[in-house]
């Protein structure tokens, strides 16, 4: 996607302030950066995609930070603005993969979570805690103590950002972030970015699901911010929605015929585009299964 000169200078100055960072401490790691607008940022971090709203009123943060960049983000914001209130919503939903608050809770953020995905990681009980899962502790992080439920809402720096919960497609703890000024939008998990969606039944989510949260945001003019991997356009988040579409209903019909499920897997449904989607996290294969079951279930 083609940005404006200074988004591109900015995001290399930036990326080698990062690196040199990173050559300084073990901790660390390399994070790209790509600047949408003067206050919007995207950093790529190990874990995932981080969206950055910076500027006058501080800093918050949306999206999958891992815990080894969080001191370069931090040193970067400092850079940007005078403010050290610092706002943080974690939007990973998967426990075997949780970075926790990514350490932004101990440098005194405000760290949030869907209240779903925070249960999975022992958060948002009544009574109690329960211990870290050892993950974390290894990770040295904590969980984020803040859940939300439906909807979640901030107004600083010139930019409206809401975030609401979806129908699931990914899972019961889907949310989309709406920025209005920078027409930028994060579906977490439900637009992976490096391949084939998980669609994950046992924690609620569909097909439907999945193809009813992206429907809405293929407008060219838009920015869409995926799980992983580089900025792109609604019109390629449209290419991917015509994917899932495709193979939902090629499914669909070898359900109608009678075929079993590892009879439909053994036909390929994903073949032609498996060049595109096939080298992300999942493989076609279980994409195809999760169809299946989403089908065969609702």
Known sequence: MELPLRGVFSGVLLTLLSFSCAKTSKAQEKIGVTE?????LVFATSAGNVIACVGPDGALLIGLPSAASTPQISDILARRTKSSVRYVVIAAEDPSQSEGDAG???????VAMQENALQRIGGHVMGPPEPLPGRLVKLGVDRPRVAFSEVLTFDLNGEAIHGVRQ??????ADALFHFHRAKLVYFGETFPGDGYPRIDGQRGGTVAGLLKTLGGWTDSNFHVVPARGKVVTGSELKDFVVMVTTVRDRVQEMMKSGLSEEEIVAKHPTVEYNEIWGHGRIQPDTFVRDVCRSLKEH
């Open 36 to 40: 949408i607008t003067s206050n919007v």
């Open 167 to 172: 129908t699931p497609g990914y899972s019961d």
């Open 104 to 110: 932004w809770g101990k440098r005194g953020a405000f």
